[in-house]
């Protein structure tokens, strides 16, 4: 069965500390997206990720692959109330299938 | 460069009535999929489709059907909505022949089932 796990499913935390959310993934997998999702919008891109080691950067967010262990990660450095939205990771199956994990709703307290 | 569009934005449907939703994408992808979120859930897929002429089932694929005559579209049909359809609709598309790029998406169709 495909199945993606996100944890933790919210998160408040002060501005300026530092948090990672953690996405894993039941079987082998070609590709891993991470999207944003403010509240009443659709989804924005923030990352894919294809290999093994992967990691991109974009200002304070980081995401990882580890596709031995079926993680990625996303690691935010020194949060700003701006950064609070949903956050998704989605796997992208060889069967062509794209499943998404329940997402994170991250707050970030002033 | 319009990117992913979804009709209508919103829906009211009464239990019972048929409706379609249109998604349209001028990226040329191969890929197009229609998605449901509803609280708590995340997304779920509905169906898919690696190119025209062919469409798979995702993870709730009942209550709905598709077809992909061209390219371009892939509407979503829903034969007799049932309150439980009451859902905000995301299509997307993306390109597997270069994997490394993302899947756009819609804005998203809310439907209401009374």
């Known amino acids: 069965e495909l199945k993606v796990e996100q944890n933790p499913l919210f998160l408040s935390m002060q501005e300026g500390k530092n948090y990672t959310i953690y996405c894993n993934y039941s079987t082998t997998s070609d590709r891993l997206y991470w999207y944003r999702q403010d509240p009443g919008k659709s989804l924005e891109s923030l990352f894919v990720?294809?290999?093994?080691?992967a990691v991109k950067q974009e200002g304070r967010l980081m995401a990882s692959l580890d596709t031995k262990a079926r993680l990625s990660t996303l690691h935010i450095t020194a949060a700003v109330h701006d950064l609070s939205a949903t956050y998704f990771c989605a796997v992208g199956f060889r069967d062509d299938k794209i499943i998404f994990g329940k997402g994170t709703r991250l707050h970030i307290l002033p | 460069n319009a990117g992913v569009t979804q009709t209508p934005k919103f829906q009211v449907l009464k239990t019972g009535q048929s409706m379609t939703l249109q998604c349209a994408q001028d990226?040329?992808?191969?890929?197009m999929s229609w998605y449901r979120q509803d609280p708590g859930m995340g997304l779920r897929l509905i169906h898919y489709?690696?190119?025209?002429?062919?469409?798979d089932q995702g993870e709730v694929p009942n209550g709905y059907n598709v077809s992909r005559s061209t390219t371009e579209d892939f509407p979503l049909r829903l034969l007799s909505a049932a309150p439980s359809q009451t859902s905000v609709y995301f299509c997307a598309s993306s390109s597997r022949r270069f994997m490394n790029t993302e899947a756009f998406f819609g804005q998203g169709t809310r439907l209401t089932v009374v």
């Open positions: 489709s690696v190119g025209a002429g062919i469409t």
């Open positions: 990226m040329n992808h191969e890929y």
């Open positions: 990720l294809l290999s093994n080691g």
